[in-house]
């Protein structure tokens, strides 16, 4: 099939054109889908067709199986040496940089990530690639302490085939967060990204190719979730799921692996992180930008965005003002333009789930919090404008269920006791944030709270601890490590040997 690339001379930066081919990428190469249905998929800003997708069958799914699985078993890259798998990831690495500019409007266009956005863009992918490239040669197996007549070793294998299935909030990013873990420990990967925002996964497939990973080591099966999804969840060759994306599908993906070939499947879910307020001298305007800063983050399309804004009465008022001042600074408008800082959600079906929400907290007797917000009212596309929500019962709808948009729940507390008791009571673990000026305070919450936990502290705007942080949830937000070194270690399988020579 052609793969050519075009672009678009009208957009504030060159995209890809609407004859950009979505169909699998299998053996490193673009290949026909053998589903005849597609799926179309509609501007978020400007509700146009953008282009159409095939839904994907499972025998697309057999044919991306069937190719990473050769991949891995004649050994092309799993037994590649460390110096070649590094040197092939800091290209690939390099390829991902020099071609941000055109991911980040990839995903733009899609889902309505504005190119503004530095979190979580293209740039932040290629270093991720780069710290799994230098931990290649990182992970070591153990030697144990036995008599003399024993020798007992514990490697750390590559799983084999992996699949990973990748939400639509930050396409680019989350792909990367899957592969580049799972090719570093030599696995062959088949990648299902979302409906909604599928480009990105083939052109990082072909920079992979281009960057000189083998061909059927990393493959793409764009397609719907209840097809591809589900086909890459029962298949028995499929050795593990790396899942992102709700509790709801997560907990089918483990139901799945129970019912074919007990694959292992690491899960990524859901959300309803705390931010906790203390009224102890803590810096409030910090606290306000860093709270207005995570629910306008991607529109709140993000699992660890702050929902809840858990606060001390004595100072609810103020932070509340604060808060809704940072809302109204808020540039809505076209995700392709630099200047927009709020771009449209995913889909008018995501914008009426949203809605919804909002209607089911006031109806539950919740209040709105106004200030001027016409501009974005008037965007047109998917627009909903951030909401601030004061009175919200900590068991009411919207404190419980992951809304996946710019609404914020304010609940009040009066002791510390009473906020960690609030902060845990969802069924979600996946991180908190605390806001203290009391380092015991801090300490205290941290241990007190069941999920990762950031004390007066928000997404770094420079490296920080680099990629080298690993996060693994609490209840139903998912199961098992990602990110970091532990994060390459999920995709490795512990194997024991053991010697006796007599």
């Given amino acids: 099939m052609n793969n050519e690339i075009a672009f678009r001379e009208d957009s504030p930066v060159n995209t890809i054109s609407n004859s950009f081919i979505v169909s699998p990428f299998v053996e490193g ?44 078993e004649d050994g092309r890259w799993r037994d590649a040496p460390p110096s070649i798998k590094k040197k092939t990831l800091y290209k690939f690495a390099d390829l991902i940089e020099a071609e941000a500019s055109l991911l980040d409007a990839m995903d733009a266009e899609e889902m309505g990530k504005p190119i503004s956005l530095v979190y979580a863009n293209a740039n932040m992918a290629a270093g991720m690639v780069r710290f799994y490239a230098e931990a290649v040669d990182k992970i070591t197996g153990d030697v144990y302490t036995s008599d003399k007549t024993t020798l007992v070793l514990q490697q750390r294998v590559p799983r084999g085939v992996i699949a990973a299935i990748v939400p639509w909030n930050f396409p680019t990013t989350n792909t990367i967060l899957k592969v580049a873990p799972a090719i570093a420990g030599g696995n062959s990967v088949v990648v299902k990204p979302s409906e909604m925002a599928s480009r990105s996964a083939i052109r990082l497939a072909q920079l992979a190719l281009d960057a000189g990973l083998p061909p059927g080591v990393f493959n793409v099966v764009p397609g719907l979730g209840e097809t591809v999804g589900k086909a890459l969840g029962l298949h028995m060759d499929v050795d593990m799921v790396a899942f992102t994306g709700s509790t709801v599908v997560g907990k089918l993906m483990q139901q799945y692996a129970g019912q074919s070939n007990m694959k292992v499947v690491l899960t990524e879910c859901g959300g309803k992180s705390p931010q906790v307020v203390f009224a102890d001298g803590v810096d409030l305007d910090a606290a306000a930008d860093g709270i ?37 600074r808020t540039i809505a408008g076209d995700p392709l333009d630099s200047k ?52 919200v019962r ?100 512990r194997k024991l040997v053991w010697f006796n020579h007599g």
């Fill in 340 to 391: 927009t800082t709020f771009g449209p959600l995913v889909s008018a079906k995501q914008c009426n789930r949203v809605k919804g929400y909002i209607a089911i907290g006031l109806k539950e007797g919740g209040e709105q919090v106004t200030y001027n917000d016409h501009q974005i009212r008037s965007a047109g596309g998917n627009f909903v404008a951030p909401i601030l929500i004061r009175n």
């Fill in 29 to 72: 190469e673009l290949c026909d889908s053998l589903s005849e249905k597609t799926f179309d998929i509609i501007s978020p800003f400007s509700g146009k067709c953008l282009l159409s997708i095939p839904h994907g069958s499972k025998g697309d799914v057999d044919h991306a199986v069937c190719s990473a699985r050769g991949a891995f």
């Fill in 394 to 493: 900590a068991d009411a709808t919207i404190a419980q269920e992951e809304i996946f948009g710019p609404v914020l729940s304010v609940i009040g507390f009066q002791d510390e006791a009473e906020a960690v008791a609030i902060a845990n009571n969802t069924k979600y673990g996946l991180t908190a944030n605390v806001w203290t000026a009391d380092l015991a305070t801090g300490m205290r919450v941290a241990k007190g709270v069941r999920s990762s936990v950031f004390i007066n502290a928000t997404a770094p705007s420079g490296e920080g601890a680099g990629h080298a942080t690993s996060t693994e949830p609490f209840g139903q937000s998912g199961t098992g490590a990602e990110g970091g070194v532990a994060g390459l270690e999920s995709y490795l399988h």
């Fill in 292 to 328: 207005a800063s995570s629910i306008l983050t991607n529109q709140g399309q993000l699992c660890v965005t702050g929902s809840r804004l858990l606060v001390h009465k004595q100072i609810e008022a103020a932070l509340i003002e604060k808060i809704i001042e940072r809302f109204s």
